[in-house]
């Protein structure tokens, strides 16, 4: 059970992570 939520925890990690970047490169494209 302390898996699943390593594993939950470690996609919510990532998929935070991207909406980063993207907003990072949204930025630079911008200016």
């Known amino acids: ?3 699943d939520v390593e594993v ?3 996609k919510l990690m ?3 992570h ?3 970047q ?3 490169e949204d930025q ?4």
């Not at 630079?28 to 200016?31: D, E, M, P, R, T």
């Open 1 to 3: 059970m302390d898996l």
């Open 8 to 10: 939950s925890r470690l």
């Open 14 to 16: 990532k998929a935070d």
């Open 18 to 20: 991207q909406s980063k």
């Open 22 to 24: 993207y907003r990072l």
């Open 28 to 31: 630079l494209l911008k200016y």
